[in-house]
């Protein structure tokens, strides 16, 4: 199984910056891709963003311009930047992951972590 711990969330005013991180731990697990989503109150979770292992990114629109992921490969840990932060940006952040047991023919599983809150005030 995989373990994932999440830190960085918080309250900033407009314009600001965060960033958030989340490191995955598991033995003798290949991870594909990491990323973050989202869940405001009332709304549904939405992708923020994520990367695979080949290091493709991919964003919400919303973002686009604004955050960065990244990730560490040899601590298994992945970045989010949050820069010019919005009102609109918060929501609860959820890291997640899809990985397998580093075996030929592995089946994809799938973690989320707690998730971190995020405040952005006018």
């Known amino acids: 199984q995989v373990q994932l711990v999440e830190s960085g969330g918080g309250l900033v005013q407009g314009g600001g910056s965060l960033r958030l991180s989340c490191a995955a731990s598991?033995?003798?697990?290949?991870?594909?891709?990491m990323g973050w989503y989202r869940q405001a109150p009332g709304k549904e979770r939405e992708l923020v963003a994520t990367?695979?292992?080949?290091?493709?990114?991919n964003y919400a629109a919303s973002v686009v311009g604004r955050f960065t992921i990244s990730r560490d490969k040899a601590s298994n840990t992945v970045f989010l930047q949050m820069d010019n932060l919005k009102p609109e940006d918060t929501a609860v952040y959820y890291c997640?992951?899809?990985?397998?047991?580093?075996?030929?023919?592995?089946?994809?599983?799938?973690?989320w972590g707690q998730g971190t809150q995020v405040t952005v005030t006018s």
């Open positions: 997640n992951t899809v990985w397998s047991f580093c075996v030929h023919g592995a089946n994809d599983h799938e973690n």
């Open positions: 598991g033995d003798n697990v290949c991870i594909s891709r």
């Open positions: 990367t695979t292992s080949g290091g493709t990114r």
